[in-house]
């Protein structure tokens, strides 16, 4: 029996990490023992960040790290290091930042080139095997940067070191301080109107992007004022996004991003984290504009997540699907030859279904020219025009495909699922879903959402100590990670990012207007609390995305490699920022509690980048509704009641938008003080309407309350009119 040696990876806890382990390079993971190893041989890092979903992570891996020749070399003069970049964010982001200032681009796999104490010195992304796409092959990349770190140190150490100053001083966001205003706002909504691609909606060209947080800024822009041109946008974005190779036809779901600027072909890997905000774009696009359609696509991403990403027995949401299968693989489980379709179609389902998907004998992909991306071409009406069909006919013909199709695909072999469970991501889904649940009334949505928070409370919450020296008081701490993907893998316990903590505040208090539980908003508190406390720069203002960082304004210097270099995330990559995030939910506990430490704390976070933010366009997007809601009056109508009438008033509040506005219902008997958050503990119990014993809603705003209101279409009306109002 032949045993397989493994590097040092067989012990690693992530699967990107675990599936490198046969691969002939000695690869280390992030820590003490490979920058020891890098100083005690005087060797360069070789660090190759990367994820289990990257397609080009897995062709670099096959092509390079699989490659004994490779391997020699990469042995024999640098030590290897390699990152999984949805385990340790914290290290891709600055290592991104330190390889886009190096050659002005960024992505994964990123490959990195740093000396023994971890300062980056050269770096790219993919390199290929051999010389082509205008790239170096990677054995004559390996070869000079190991001559030159021989040959030419010196230069090797300057270079490092003036890339280090300029991450840090990058990062620092220094004198771009300013005043926070709405015009912020305006400067990032009309950003994006400009770059808006009239022809294939979204935003510039090729590769596009969905930018759900810059989507949800026009959809309540849209709301507030009623401008058609802004409609004209997201409207657009949204049905081509969903008419597109993008969107899984069959299944339902998002990938990842387009490679072509109509939406067509995509790279097919899908993540939790793009579906939770594309979820509430959709969500909140049926609420600006009454559009069904917005609201099917929005309940086929439940559909997708509830069978593909979600642990159905425990609670939580898993990290992404990959985009293949195998190394040889680009697309091929998602995409249809002709042939494929006909095998498991009758000839009349066939028909339609290529007309409809666009399945013809050439189809989209280079690898494979008969492989199919399916997209919608053509709909019901067009269809039954050209067969001489009733539309009747062809959507009942097309729902038959649909279904045969999506059943033999199911027999294919399936990309991974990586299960690993992110306290940050999975926050974010939970709020998606609650607010999917609401407003659409799927109740089964609502009830996994809380089980899975319920979880994420249980086994993401610790304590520990305080990192200040001064202080040595048990504070409350959020894990990254709950659970990873191979139930045999060590466990580790990875620091909470503050993405983590702040996502997570914000799905306590989504989870307590769903459910008006008290101990929700306390976690909310709690959380907020620790944020503070742990990540909070209390000389700038601001938060540090670490809670090394916030040792002192210089950072962490005994920090692995740039780590302690200061970081304070402030745009949306790929993910809503934490910076912005952070400030949202202060506001939120602003407006439940009245403690002005709450509005104050994120001004402050708010007004760091209040000098250059509009600069940053739509990446600047979360920053903007954060803006937004500081500058505007934070509302919430309160619905008292639990019979029909309840239901009405309930239902009529969720479905008039505003990004600035909650929906909270409550029995009557639970309107005591005890029972309610501090500023609502002052005005709800006092209510004369609470006497009259029927359901009722109430309008309360800068913590005053209007008039009690009895019919679900006054309700609707008032809302409607104070949207427009405080444009």
Known sequence: MTTVAHNALARAS???????????????????EAFAAAT??????????????CHWCHVMDRESYDDPEVAKIVNEHFIAVKVDRDERPDIDSRYQAAVGALTGQGGWPLTGFLTPDGKPFYGGTYFPPADQYGRPSFKRVLTAIAQAYREKHGEVLEQANQVTNAISQAETFSGRGGDVSSRIVDAIVESSLRMFDERNGGFGSAPKFPHPSALDLLIDRYARTGDDRVRDVFVATLEKMASGGVYDQLAGGFHRYSVDERWVIPHFEKMCYDNSELLKNYVHAWQATGSEFFAEVARDIVRWMDEWLSDRERGGFYASQDADYSMDDDGDYFTWTLDEARAVLTPEEAEVAALHYDINEIGEMHHNPAKNVLFVRAVEEEIARRLSLGEDRVRELLASAKKKMYAARLTRPTPYVDKTIYTGWNAMCISAYLKAGRVLELQDAVRFAL???????????GSGRSPAKTDNSVRLTVRHVIAYSDPQAPRRETAGVLDDYAFTAIACLDAYETTSDMSYF?????????????????????????AE???????????LGILGTRRKPFQDSPTPAGNPAAAIALLRLHAYSNDASYRDQAGQTLAVFGGGADKYGMFAATYGLAVMQFTGPQTEVIVVGQDELADQLSRAALQVLSLNRSVLRLQASAVVPQDLPPALAETLPHLPALREKRSFAVICSGFACQPPIFDPAEVSRQLGASSRSAA
């Open 522 to 546: 306390r976690f909310a508190q709690k959380i907020a609390e620790a944020m503070i406390a742990n990540f909070c720069d209390p000389v700038s203002g601001g938060f540090f995305d670490t």
């Open 14 to 32: 992530s699967s990107y990490l675990r599936s490198a382990m046969h691969q002939p390079i000695q690869w280390h993971e992030w820590g003490d």
């Open 451 to 461: 089980r899975s928070l319920d979880r994420l409370l249980g086994e993401a919450l």
């Open 549 to 559: 960082n916030a040792v002192s304004s210089g950072g962490n210097q005994n920090a």
């Open 40 to 53: 005690r041989e005087n060797k360069p890092i070789l660090l190759d960040i990367g994820a289990v979903w």
